[in-house]
């Protein structure tokens, strides 16, 4: 999974559920969002598929990056021998690629963000069928996403972290799935993650990808 796509998920607002109808002193659980959509096999997919789509550039700014760097190589080499017209077109040379190169990595930077952004809305729509429908047939009143730093879960026991849990029932599901229905029920509201306080050092939060309730 690639380091920019993770670092993609954290910026999007994933709306948590919170599911159970059967009664107001339901289970709670926790759930790091960003682990369960990377874990899941359509975002491997997704990942992999970005990263096979980013690869041929990556090469390309290599190249240029090689190519500049080969630039200065001269210049420092002919610095006692090349003349100042030359060590000039040498510098002027290296400064347009440079401007170029740094546009070029601008560009592909903002289209793979985009693009990351646009896979990621897809599988958020999709993991939010699979957490309603788990907290809804288990009996849960509230799963929180502490995936964000800014969530305001000071402490968390690993023991109703349900990460592992969505990710298995998501890729049992899969393909049969569709935008995320509304939570029914007067127990039953969505919660935005991401505000709130920052959690307290030393606190114990779930680790990604363990299971318990």
């Keep these: 999974m690639s380091k920019a796509l993770m670092i993609a998920m954290g910026a999007i607002g994933v709306v948590m559920a919170a599911g159970a109808q059967t009664s107001p002193m339901g289970k709670v659980g926790v759930i790091n969002i960003q682990s369960a959509i990377v874990g899941t096999k359509d975002g491997q997919k997704a990942a992999a598929e970005l990263e096979n789509e980013m690869a041929p550039r990556r ?38 690629k440079t401007k170029r190169l740094n546009r070029t990595m601008e ?21 939010m069928v699979v957490i309603n ?15 964000s730093p800014q969530t305001p879960v000071l402490f968390a026991s690993n023991a109703i972290d349900v990460t592992k849990d969505i990710i298995d029932l998501y890729d049992k599901n899969a393909g049969a799935m569709s935008s995320p229905a509304p939570a029914t029920g007067s127990a039953s509201r969505p919660i935005a993650p991401g505000t709130g306080a920052r959690p307290a050092p030393g606190s114990t939060r779930p680790a990604p990808g363990t299971s318990g309730h």
Aim: hydrophobic letters at 30%; charged letters at 35%; aromatic letters at 4%.
């Design 59 to 96: 090469k390309d700014v290599e190249s240029k990056q090689a190519e500049i760097q080969g630039l200065k190589d001269q210049l420092q080499k002919g610095a006692n021998t090349l003349s100042d017209t030359a060590k000039e077109e040498l510098y002027r040379n290296i400064d347009e």
């Design 133 to 147: 429908k788990y907290a809804q047939d288990n009996g849960y009143s509230l799963i929180i996403d502490v995936s």
């Design 107 to 127: 560009d592909d930077n903002a289209e793979m963000q985009s693009e990351q952004d646009r896979l990621l809305r897809d599988l958020s729509q999709k993991i």
